[in-house]
């Protein structure tokens, strides 16, 4: 990414390798929505038109669904579309605006800290026994796919992943320089 940003319009940019691959994963991610809405087609179909229901349509679905909002926290995190008070953020000065920006990545790299740990001892319970042996959590229906482990797996990953983005995008707020520029007007 070198020292310019990647604008995306309304305030959002890329300001790191990292959150530029997360940008482009999003692409591959959204096709699973389209996935879950196959799997429902085929499950009304097969279940209305054929009397002949799934015993997995649902769980895929909602696997699927589930996963997609997990990975959305860091999609955006990388596009800088998370809940900001543009009220405040807009009538700074730009200095203010990166101290803003530095407290803001200290307080979110405390929080997925936080999350990181509660989700890891989630994730070592639904993929591990009592013992240490490795079994994953199972929805306990007949089909009984690894989906509640699988989704474990999948919050601890996003969450760490939400603390190295934080991370960076603290670096670079500390390395920014500040322009004497006022503060911008009507912006959203």
Not at 28 to 42: C, D, E, G
Not at 153 to 182: G, N, W, Y
Request: aromatic letters at 12%; one cysteine or more.
């Amino acid at each position: 990414m070198g020292k310019a940003q990647e604008d995306l319009g309304e305030g959002g940019a890329i300001r790191s390798r990292l959150d530029a691959a997360i940008a482009m994963s999003s692409k591959v991610f959204a096709w699973a929505i389209f996935l879950a809405f196959f799997v429902s087609v085929y499950e009304v179909i097969s279940r209305y038109v054929f009397d002949s229901p799934t015993y997995w349509a649902h769980e895929s679905t909602t696997f699927l669904i589930a996963a997609v909002f997990l990975i959305g926290g860091p999609i955006a995190l990388s596009r800088d579309k998370h809940i900001r008070v543009r009220v405040l953020y807009d009538a700074v000065s730009e200095k203010a605006r990166r101290w803003l920006d530095v407290i803001n990545s200290l307080i979110a790299m405390v929080f997925f800290a936080g999350l990181g740990h509660a989700g890891w001892t989630l994730m070592w319970k639904a993929t591990h026994t009592p013992t240490g042996a490795i079994h994953f959590e199972g929805t306990g229906t007949a089909w009984n796919p690894p989906t509640p482990a699988l989704l474990k797996i999948i919050i601890f990953f996003c969450v760490c992943m939400m603390f190295v983005q934080s991370f960076l995008h603290l670096l670079e707020a500390l390395r920014r320089k500040p322009s004497d520029t006022p503060a911008r007007q009507g912006a959203r």
